[in-house]
Each structure stands twice: as structure tokens, then as C-alpha cells.
């Protein structure tokens, strides 16, 4: 049971170029969540799936978009990715709306 | 808007001793929970304790309970017999039942030998 994974761990990217973040978990969890996490601030979320099938955008949505691959799979893409992008970015799933939110170990952005 | 404030931006303790950490929220909902979770060094997200807000009672385990005052709007953190792993970032954190977890902006524990 490897609970909530991230990859990759750190990455690079110049301004303008686009990846995605993937996140998957195996404890048959419904609801999924992307947060980042800048310096000096908690985690503010940008997007969340409630169910498979579902998403709804958080507090930091803007130049963000996500796919609920399937239940086990949420990714986070970055079109053109920009310098404000530069955070730690964090999945958390969680059996249900009132349930504990489970983290992955983060993924850290770098973007020049 | 659900806001959530920490204080108290860096905290110091002597280890096998008490330190209490602060959180405010505001909120109009009478429905949440409240979180507090520990970011050592490795930023690995780890729950302490979580509080119902129906529950009167205070939740503990073992070395750290909470104060929650409801009425106040207030859930502080207390860690007993502090030790050295216990250094990290503690973030407290507020949940509706929409789902979405508000963080406040954490508190820098640091334990000293």
C-alpha cells in the first residue's frame, strides 16, 4: 500500500513550456486535491475532484487545468508554464468530503 | 470566506518541555472540522490531531492535544514532553464540507537539546 505518489519529485522547466504532474493513489479513494505551497504560506488549493468524473476549481486556479484520469488518477497540467508557477506542489486524496486528507510527498517546480 | 491565521511565525522549545501553538479561524458555518499537520524538513504532510467541531470534548493523542475554544474561534495546538522530532512546520487547517482543507501560515517549531 504505497498510499498517495507524485511524479516527478523535481523538475525544471523554462517559461512557456508545459508538463503535467501526475498523482495516483491505491486506498480506493474518492475525492483527490492539488494544492501548492509557496514560502511563507500553507497550502492553497487549485483544483479538486469530489468523484471520478468530477472537478472543480480551488483557490489558485488560473493557469492550471487537471484530469480525473479514473478513480485511482488525478494529473495537474501546466500549459505555459511561468515563473509564479515556482512552488512545491502537493496531491492529497481522501475516502469522502468529511474524511482525512492523505498527502503524496510533493512535487518541486522550478520554472526560469 | 473561511479564513484560518497562525500567529505566531516561529516557536521555540526546550526539549521535555510544553510549547503550545496558536490558530484563529473565522468562519459562518456551524459544520468542520479543524486539522493540525506537521512538515518536517522532508515536506511530507503528516495529520497530528483533527477536531470535530460538534465535539466538545478536546481531542489528544498521546503527547499533543488541542484547546478548542468554538465560541472563540479558536484551535490551539499543545505538544507535551517535547522532543526532537518534534521540529517542523505545523500548519493548522480548516475543512467545510465541501471538502477543501484552508491552511493557515504555519508555525516553525524548533526543539532545543
Known amino acids: 500500500n504505497a498510499g498517495v505518489t507524485q511524479t516527478p519529485k523535481f523538475q525544471v522547466l523554462k517559461t512557456g513550456q508545459s508538463m503535467t504532474l501526475q498523482c495516483a493513489q491505491d486506498?480506493?479513494?474518492?475525492?483527490m486535491y492539488w494544492y501548492r505551497q509557496d514560502p511563507g504560506m500553507g497550502l492553497r488549493l487549485i483544483y479538486y475532484?469530489?468523484?471520478?468524473?468530477?472537478?472543480d476549481k480551488g483557490e489558485v486556479p488560473n493557469g492550471y487545468n487537471v484530469s480525473r484520469l479514473n478513480k485511482r488518477e488525478f494529473s495537474l497540467r501546466l500549459e505555459s508554464a511561468a515563473p509564479s508557477q515556482t512552488s512545491v506542489y502537493f496531491c492529497?486524496?481522501?475516502?469522502?468530503?468529511?474524511?482525512?486528507?492523505?498527502f503524496g510527498p510533493g512535487t518541486r517546480l522550478l520554472v526560469l | 470566506a473561511q479564513t484560518v491565521t497562525q500567529s505566531q511565525p516561529e516557536m521555540s522549545v526546550q526539549e521535555a518541555e510544553t510549547v503550545t501553538l496558536s490558530c484563529t479561524y473565522d468562519?459562518?458555518?456551524?459544520?468542520?472540522?479543524l486539522f493540525w499537520y506537521k512538515q518536517p524538513p522532508s515536506r511530507q504532510m503528516i495529520l497530528v490531531i483533527r477536531?470535530?467541531?460538534?465535539?466538545?470534548q478536546n481531542a489528544t493523542e498521546n503527547r499533543f492535544s488541542v484547546n478548542f475554544q468554538k465560541a472563540a474561534k479558536s484551535f490551539s495546538l499543545k505538544i507535551s514532553d517535547s522532543q526532537l522530532g518534534d521540529a517542523a512546520m505545523y500548519f493548522c487547517?480548516?475543512?467545510?464540507?465541501?471538502?477543501?482543507?484552508?491552511f493557515g501560515q504555519g508555525t516553525e517549531l524548533s526543539v532545543k537539546p
Open positions: 492529497a486524496s481522501t475516502p469522502g468530503l468529511w474524511e482525512t486528507q492523505y
Open positions: 486506498m480506493n479513494h474518492n475525492s
Open positions: 475532484s469530489a468523484s471520478e468524473g468530477t472537478t
Open positions: 468562519t459562518s458555518e456551524s459544520d468542520y472540522y
Open positions: 477536531q470535530e467541531a460538534y465535539k466538545q
Open positions: 487547517a480548516y475543512r467545510s464540507g465541501g471538502g477543501k482543507l484552508i
